[in-house]
């Protein structure tokens, strides 16, 4: 029995050793295998070459996790094949649905061949700094993030694609039906690159910035620029596909007798919600200057030419949270960084983020800080806005080059809540 649970816990731990997008490809080909024997089944043409690619397809999955470096060239090799033998199909007989196969049945050979796959694992946690551990509140992604940039990636772009060809070949009110969802999941392809795990190569610097009639040096968080266009070009891609809801809601009733008013609601909601906020936010600079500042007396979001300043003694709490929302029975969790405050009159801020805080209160917290976006680390800025709140004979240092260099390092030490899973 001891023997089995010390083999058990060495297939858990290569299992745990591998690339997030190694083990997306692995149970790609693996499911792939399954699918295919159990489509020539219910046909009733189940033979042996059926079995046995079916078999190649699961062995190379088993490899792919726990055969090392052969095990990863063979399945390299086997999704390598599958791709070249769809390719083949699909110049034979060119469709969409074939299209649409080989697309699917390249993803294996597509992730394999990033350079993340060929990377080690760092199988020891103990080296990393608690500073740049996940907090608890923050749902782990799948496979490391990399799960769901290929979902998102590849069911984006398989819909969007079949969108723009239902707008294109369909009459009538169906093309603006198509236009929508080609919108809508061109929105999900576009914002799968600020799903994966990647390297967040901003760096805190000084800033002064007008506090007031007074001007204080602080340390600049930066946001990235080009994951905020994107953010901003998805929502606005999602507002329009919200507006053909609204206008084609007939073409999206399930019952062709059923009323279209419930679906005219939803896309009039999403309209306004996304589409006027991607316009807002664009209006303020399309990500140019999106930063947070940290000095001494407060905290400033800059987001473009709108500012909102929180003082420090107005902040009561920082900590991880996440809002998630359900669509189809599935779970979509979006992380952020909430600031409850003890005072919300204190803070200065515009008439609409001000209407927006009782909102902003029962969704998540009073303000909530995206961090797919932010250009560091998440946990290195929450590390830091815990600390200097906490540690108010420690916010001085705020307008020097020791506060830069010491939250770019993740030195900072505080009294951490169990919660959040951190350690002090």
Do not use: K
């Not at 390299?76 to 094949?81: I, P």
């Not at 979006?334 to 209407?355: M, Q």
Request: net charge positive.
């Amino acid at each position: 029995m001891a023997e089995r649970s010390v083999r058990r816990a060495g297939l858990a731990a290569r299992w745990r050793s591998r690339p997030g997008v190694v083990r997306v490809a692995a149970g790609l080909l693996g499911l792939f295998g399954v699918l295919l024997v159990l489509i020539e089944a219910d046909e009733r043409q189940l033979g042996v070459d059926v079995l046995v690619t079916g078999a190649v397809l699961l062995a190379s999955a088993v490899a792919l996790v726990w055969g090392g470096r052969a095990g990863y060239w063979l399945g390299v090799t086997v999704a390598g094949l599958v791709t070249v033998l769809l390719l083949v199909a699909l110049a034979r007989d060119p469709e969409v649905v074939g299209g649409f196969v080989t697309a699917v049945g390249a993803v294996p050979l597509v992730l394999l061949l990033l350079p993340a796959a060929r990377r080690p694992r760092r199988r020891s946690r103990t080296a990393r700094s608690p500073a740049r551990e996940q907090p608890q509140a923050w749902r782990r992604p799948f496979a490391g993030g990399w799960g769901s940039f290929a979902f998102m990636l590849l069911v984006g772009g398989l819909l969007s694609a079949a969108g723009v060809a239902m707008a294109l070949t369909g009459r009538g009110a169906e093309r603006g039906a198509g236009a929508s969802i080609a919108l809508f999941f061109f929105a999900c392809a576009l914002i799968a690159p600020l799903f994966r795990p990647r390297r967040r190569r901003g760096r805190p610097r000084l800033e002064t910035v007008e506090l007031g009639r007074s001007r204080e040096r602080g340390v600049v968080v930066p946001y990235s620029g080009s994951g905020t266009v994107l953010a901003l070009v998805a929502s606005a891609c999602v507002g329009l596909a919200c507006l053909g809801l609204v206008v084609f809601a007939g073409s999206f009733a399930d019952d062709p007798g059923e009323s279209p008013w419930p679906v005219r609601v939803v896309g009039t909601v999403g309209a306004l919600f996304f589409g006027l906020g991607a316009l807002v936010a664009a209006r303020r600079g399309m990500g140019r200057r999106w930063r947070l500042v940290l000095t001494p007396s407060a905290i400033v979001l800059a987001t473009g030419r709108a500012r909102t300043v929180v003082p420090w003694d107005a902040i009561r709490e920082v900590r991880a949270t996440e809002v998630s929302t359900y669509a189809r029975g599935v779970r979509v969790s979006e992380p952020l960084i909430g600031i409850d405050l003890s005072n919300p009159e204190a803070i200065e801020t515009g008439p609409l983020e001000r209407l927006l805080l009782p909102l902003n209160r029962r969704i998540a917290a009073d303000l909530a800080l995206p961090i797919r976006t932010l250009d560091v680390e998440p946990s290195l800025l929450l590390q830091a806005l815990r600390h200097y709140h906490q540690h108010p004979d420690a916010r001085p240092q705020l307008s020097t080059d020791a506060a830069v260099s010491r939250l770019h390092a993740g030195r900072l030490t505080q009294a951490q809540s169990a919660g959040d899973g951190q350690v002090e």
